[in-house]
């Protein structure tokens, strides 16, 4: 299956964005859907991720300021991001599995968010 990440851009500190992730191809069933952002010289980290049937899981750091939703009939997930912090800077990648708590094998290219004054 490939991802497709949107909705990347600049804001100012305290402002919001919002992400969406597409999904077109292979037609296995998507079980978990997440995002995970990389910062420069930094590893991938995982941001959220969230089951088929809802489930939510966040990382510490944005808990509270993001929130990940889902459309499985569309396929598509989006990440809503609040009162963004310049450490937000990073870039943003959508991903899935075909088998839920299994490791995400499906990536998009990413998206850049810049949180700067």
């Known amino acids: 299956v490939q991802l497709q990440a949107s909705g990347g851009g600049s804001v100012q500190p305290g402002g919001a964005l919002s992400l969406s992730c597409a999904t077109s191809g292979s037609s296995f069933r998507i079980a978990d859907m997440g995002w995970y952002r990389q910062a420069p010289e930094k590893q991938r980290e995982l941001v959220a991720a969230?089951?088929?049937?809802?489930?939510?899981n966040y990382a510490n750091f944005v808990k509270g300021r993001f929130t990940i939703s889902r459309d499985n009939a569309k396929n598509m997930v989006f990440l809503q991001m609040n009162s963004l912090k310049p450490e937000d800077t990073a870039v943003y990648y959508c991903?899935?599995?075909?088998?839920?708590?299994?490791?995400?094998?499906?990536w998009g290219q990413g998206t850049l968010v810049t949180v700067s004054s």
């Open positions: 991903a899935a599995n075909s088998r839920s708590g299994g490791p995400f094998n499906s």
């Open positions: 969230i089951t088929r049937g809802g489930v939510t």
